[in-house]
């Protein structure tokens, strides 16, 4: 994830102090109330201690499109995305929500670095079984998993060069990221009050 800005100026300070001076009139375009792009919105505003304009949008394209045309000012969305836009300098990376600094950006601070402290919010995705499963079956499906994504072949295939990927982590370990992700985004939720309409 990252959150990009078509504004002057280089260091990631400045745009945060530049957005928290703006407060309301800096407008957060997201995919629809609850999507991630959006609680990762509301989540930046408690941090920093203000409440951007929201602005919905039916996908990412025509949000880009207007991030480019300057009528909103911010939002968060995968690198992967943006590649080209950013590769010709029209966009500018603030900085990546993961907890590490991606290979392809070494010099890019992630948002925690840059003055959002303890802000994470990178996607993640799993397999799951029905409760009961065996566990001699979670493990083997797992150990697979992991042979799977860890094949060069397949990850220059299949995955996104602009994405750092930490493959197939312990079944135990991956319930916990779940338990933890749930009671962390359910508390934005309802700090928020959001409602899906």
Known sequence: MATLLPLPGDAP????????????????AHGGVGTNSHLCGVMMGNVLGFKPTFVAYRGSAPAITDLLGGHIQMMIVAV??????????????????????????PDLP?????????????????????KGTPH??????????????????FREKFLDPAVTFS????????????????????KVIKDANLKVE
Request: glycine residues 8%.
């Open 80 to 105: 992967g995305l943006l590649r080209q836009n950013i590769e010709a300098g029209k966009l500018k990376l603030l900085g990546i929500g993961s907890r590490q600094r991606l290979p392809q950006y």
């Open 167 to 186: 493959i197939a982590s312990p079944p135990e370990q991956f319930a916990e990221r779940m338990r933890a992700d749930l009671a962390k985004w359910g």
């Open 136 to 153: 001699e079956i979670v493990e083997k499906l797992s150990a697979e998993t992991q042979k799977i994504f860890a094949d060069p072949a």
């Open 13 to 28: 300070k400045q745009y945060i102090d530049w957005i928290k001076s703006k407060g309301a009139q800096a407008n957060f």
């Open 110 to 130: 992630t948002l925690s670095e840059s003055g959002l402290p303890n802000f994470e919010a990178g996607s993640w995705y799993g397999l799951v079984a029905p």
